[in-house]
Nanobody
Framework: QVQLVESGGGLVQPGGSLRLSCAVS????????LGWYRQAPGKQRELVAT???????NYADSVKGRYTIYRDNAKNPIYLQTNSLKLEDTAVYYC?????????WGQGSQVTVSS
């Protein structure tokens, strides 16, 4: 099995930055794609960013140019660097792993952007 644990969330002012971490443990090499999702109250969970085993990255249009997903060489942990944060970035951020035999989810980390 694969276990994902998020950390690094908190309260940040608009325009500020925050780095989220996702600790990946277990059979990490069964994962082909790691990513971050977020869910705001009353909204559907949405894809934020992904990174493949080969290091290719993809971003939602809403965060492109502001967020960066990256990992260390061991794929543990992976990070989401969030810059120029806006009020609408407020959400619970979830780490996700997609691979064999399926998908894995962390419990989420709250990010609140407020002055």
């Amino acid at each position: 099995q694969v276990q994902l644990v998020e950390s690094g969330g908190g309260l940040v002012q608009p325009g500020g930055s925050l780095r989220l971490s996702c600790a990946v443990s277990g059979n990490i090499f069964s994962i082909y794609t790691l990513g971050w999702y977020r869910q705001a109250p009353g909204k559907q969970r949405e894809l934020v960013a992904t990174i493949t085993r080969g290091g290719n990255t993809n971003y939602a249009d809403s965060v492109k140019g502001r967020y960066t997903i990256y990992r260390d060489n061991a794929k543990n942990p992976i990070y989401l660097q969030t810059n120029s944060l806006k009020l609408e970035d407020t959400a619970v951020y979830y780490c996700n792993g997609d691979g064999v035999p399926g998908q894995y989810w962390g419990q989420g980390s709250q990010v609140t952007v407020s002055s």
